[in-house]
């Protein structure tokens, strides 16, 4: 079967590091996403992962280990307005998007 | 680049009237758009996937006949809700690749919030 987990909800400190979860296990795999999406809004991409390594965009990083069935987000310098969910989303073999339960994070000041 | 629209971004009805919602890739085609269905505190579910100029593929558990998918150009797809009832009340968002982009990555419309009385 398809799964995806990451923890439901995080609470970090405004100006802190917070790193989020995903592990994995799909039928097939053509690369890796996080999304962010703030309450009441349409999801927003963030980055793609399809070769293991980590992906440097500013404030946010994003990790894939393929054997592992292993990504992360980091989040550096956290701002109030990064309080959203963040949707880890896998490509299958038919290149569907199987999506994570996403993780609410919260920031506290 | 890449920007989704979708009409109307919220809409109530009384039970049993059939809702239309659109959704616009305004600057690029998009052959194939994506319906989801999420509700509160829940993460997206993909309801159907929408082909310009042929019939939607739905994923199981998704009636047909209830949710009618219309893909009739490279920038449009419908979705029309019929006979709606209270439990079809939720966030309904499209999404559509832009095969001009260097990743597959899905982009979103705002979404239309449907609230059935």
């Known amino acids: 079967g398809q799964n995806i987990d990451q923890p439901t909800e995080m609470t970090a400190t405004e100006g802190a590091i917070v790193q989020i979860n995903c592990t994995y296990q799909?039928?097939?795999?053509?690369?890796l996403f996080w999304y962010q999406q703030h309450a009441g809004e349409a999801p927003t991409f963030l980055s793609y992962n399809v070769l293991d390594g980590l992906e440097e965009k500013g404030r946010f990083s994003s990790f894939l280990s393929r054997s592992k069935g292993y990504s992360y987000l980091l989040l550096k310098e956290l701002q109030m307005k990064d309080s959203a969910s963040y949707l880890c989303?896998?490509?299958?073999?038919?290149?569907?998007?199987?999506w994570g339960a996403g993780t609410k994070l919260i920031i506290k000041p | 680049g890449a920007v989704v629209s979708q009409h109307p971004s919220w809409v109530i009805c009384k039970s049993g009237t059939s809702v239309k919602i659109e959704c616009r890739s305004l600057d690029f085609q998009a052959t194939t758009m994506f319906w989801y269905r999420q509700f509160p505190k829940q993460s997206l579910m993909l309801m159907a996937t929408s082909n310009e100029g042929s019939k939607a593929t739905y994923e199981q558990g998704v009636e047909k006949d209830k949710f009618l998918i219309n893909h009739a150009s490279l920038t449009l797809s419908t979705l029309t809700v019929t006979s709606a009832h209270p439990e079809d009340s939720s966030f309904y968002i499209c999404s559509a690749r832009d095969l001009r982009r260097e990743y597959n990555e899905q982009f979103f419309g705002p979404g239309t919030r449907l609230t059935v009385l």
């Open positions: 799909t039928s097939g795999f053509n690369g």
């Open positions: 989303a896998i490509l299958d073999s038919n290149y569907q998007l199987i």
